[in-house]
């Protein structure tokens, strides 16, 4: 092969590598973009109003801000077009002395809510990973 094949023979193969990145799926293209992500966020807030074992802690509550504040984060944190501009996990929990069992409460919530808006075992369990470090800035603030 001559060196000018060569060359273009690897230009090629370097242009699919970037090809291929570009279309590599993000966790935000697998939770389905801002829709999935919002329709997520709305059921879980929603559900946990329901739930009388954490509702209490929502009573004061502002949703519409909430669901902005939580999907802004998880598109931030799952690689989306978004900056999380709210504040701090343990400052905005900070009075709420939300226990562990609470917190698990509200995960479960959240994985039922992602199966509601049909996030894949796989996906799911990404958005899992991201979150379980922030639980102990979240309990006993
Ligand atoms: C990994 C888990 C959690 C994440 C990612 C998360 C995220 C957030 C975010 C982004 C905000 C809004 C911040 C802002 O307004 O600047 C917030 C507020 C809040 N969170 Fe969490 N949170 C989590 C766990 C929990 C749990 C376990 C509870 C209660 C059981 C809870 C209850 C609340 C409440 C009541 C507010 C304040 C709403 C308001 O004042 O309008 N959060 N959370």
């Known amino acids: 092969m001559k060196l000018e094949n060569l060359n273009s023979f690897t230009y090629l193969i370097v242009l699919s590598f970037v090809s291929l990145s570009i279309n590599a799926d993000t966790l935000y293209t697998e939770l389905g973009g801002s829709e999935g992500i919002n329709k997520l966020v709305t059921k879980a807030v929603e559900v946990s109003h329901?739930?009388?074992?954490?509702?209490?802690?929502?009573?004061?509550?502002?949703?519409?801000?909430?669901?902005?504040?939580?999907s802004d984060q998880i598109c931030f944190l799952s690689d989306g077009p978004c900056e999380y501009d709210g504040q701090d996990m343990d400052e905005v929990h900070s009075g709420m002395e939300i226990?562990?069992?609470e917190f698990d409460i509200f995960v479960a919530i959240v994985i039922d809510a992602m199966?509601?808006?049909?996030?894949?075992?796989?996906?799911?369990?990404?958005?899992?990973?991201?979150?379980?470090?922030?639980?102990?800035?979240?309990?006993?603030?």
């Not at 329901?50 to 669901?67: G, H, K, T, V």
């Not at 808006?117 to 958005?127: E, G, M, P, T």
């Open 50 to 70: 329901a739930d009388q074992r954490i509702a209490f802690l929502f009573e004061d509550s502002d949703d519409e801000e909430l669901i902005i504040q939580i």
């Open 99 to 101: 226990t562990e069992a």
């Open 115 to 141: 199966e509601y808006a049909d996030i894949s075992h796989s996906s799911r369990n990404k958005l899992l990973a991201l979150l379980a470090p922030m639980r102990e800035e979240i309990i006993n603030q």
